[in-house]
């Protein structure tokens, strides 16, 4: 019998284990709209307070998934595929960085199964920043599929791809707070991209995260957490990485100097808005030396060695930054917008 949403409610209130099998029970119910707003909400909190596992985790990303609408991206295009997200919500207010690293790494030889949204928390999301570099983000799954066979890139906006979410949006906005939605979005990549680079907002989310990618089939990935705080690879302290490959999680710390990269605050990576935020992007990708290259390149490397296409992390940053150097980091992203805006 599957698992009641009344049940569901109580096991969270005596902090016991909803079991993965049951999660997808629960949350196929609850995608469907089958559960009220009252109970969801309920529900929701009880798995804020009792903590998330791993199991639970990946039972409900399973379903988000399942009720996504898929991007058909070739065979020949998913070997060195990856997505290149963090889960917001670090307050740091930085300039788009892992969409500016999507460029390095796509103009690197890797493809890039780029997943984002709306700001929510920061002050540029991965779409307002896209958006803003003149590139349409409404592009339905096919068009995606072409875009990253003939570019490298692919834009997936995520309301056009999750539309079940819509179910759950009044009851998450009235809630106001973060639920185990928050950290779902990253792990359900409509592409499917098996290798991923992803930043997380909370130093304990680094081992669940990687565990629960290992869960749900991904060939390669790497968890970050800046110990500053910031949901990327950070230049102003060490970050906290776990590491997928080969079905082997690894935990361990990596340091800017590690790659010949000096330290500094990420306040220096402030925006207050989307136009602010492309400024940056361009300065961190058409050659101009400083900060935003520094950290680019750092989380861009980062990317390309869990992508497959470079053999350790400090080859991949080194890979990058000749890249972005060479300027196939700029003409990636200028190719990519007028993939977007080209007739169909």
Aim: hydrophobic share 45%.
């Amino acid at each position: 019998m599957p698992i009641t949403p009344h049940e569901a409610l109580q096991r969270t209130i005596e902090h016991r284990e909803i079991f993965r099998d049951e999660m997808v029970d629960l949350m196929r119910m609850i995608m469907r709209g089958e559960v009220s707003p009252l109970m969801t909400a309920a529900i929701l909190s009880g798995l804020r307070v009792k903590k998330e596992t791993v199991d639970e985790i990946a039972g409900a990303a399973q379903v988000m998934r399942e009720f996504a609408l898929p991007v058909p991206v070739a065979e020949s295009d998913r070997m060195h595929l990856v997505d290149i997200v963090g889960t917001g919500g670090d307050g740091a207010h930085t300039f788009n960085i892992s969409t500016a690293s999507t460029f390095v790494v796509a103009a690197a030889g890797a493809k890039v199964a780029k997943h984002g949204n709306r700001s929510v928390s920061s002050k540029s999301g991965s779409a307002d920043l896209v958006e803003a570099l003149g590139a349409r983000i409404d592009l339905q799954p096919e068009a995606v599929a072409r875009c990253i066979a003939r570019t490298g890139v692919g834009f997936m906006f995520a309301p056009i791809h999750h539309p079940a979410m819509k179910t759950v949006a009044p009851v998450r906005r009235e809630m106001g707070v973060r639920t185990i939605f928050n950290i779902l979005g990253p792990l359900t990549n409509p592409a499917g991209a098996p290798n991923i680079l992803m930043g997380v907002f909370h130093p304990d989310l680094v081992g669940i995260q990687v565990r629960v990618l290992r869960e749900l089939g991904a060939e390669r990935a790497l968890v970050v957490w800046g110990r500053d705080g910031m949901d990327e690879i950070s230049l102003g302290a060490g970050t906290l990485v776990g590491e997928l490959r080969d079905g082997v999680v690894r935990e361990y710390e990596i340091h800017p100097e590690d790659f010949g990269i000096a330290m500094a605050a990420s306040r220096n990576l402030r925006v207050e808005n989307a136009d602010e935020s492309k400024a940056l992007v361009r300065q961190a990708i058409d050659g101009t030396p400083g900060l935003p290259q520094d950290i680019v390149s750092l989380n861009a490397g980062a990317a390309l060695y869990v992508a497959g296409i470079s053999d350790s992390i400090a080859a991949g940053v080194e890979r990058a930054r000749a890249t972005i150097l060479s300027g196939a980091a700029i003409r990636q992203m200028e190719t990519f917008v007028a993939a977007t805006r080209a007739p169909d």
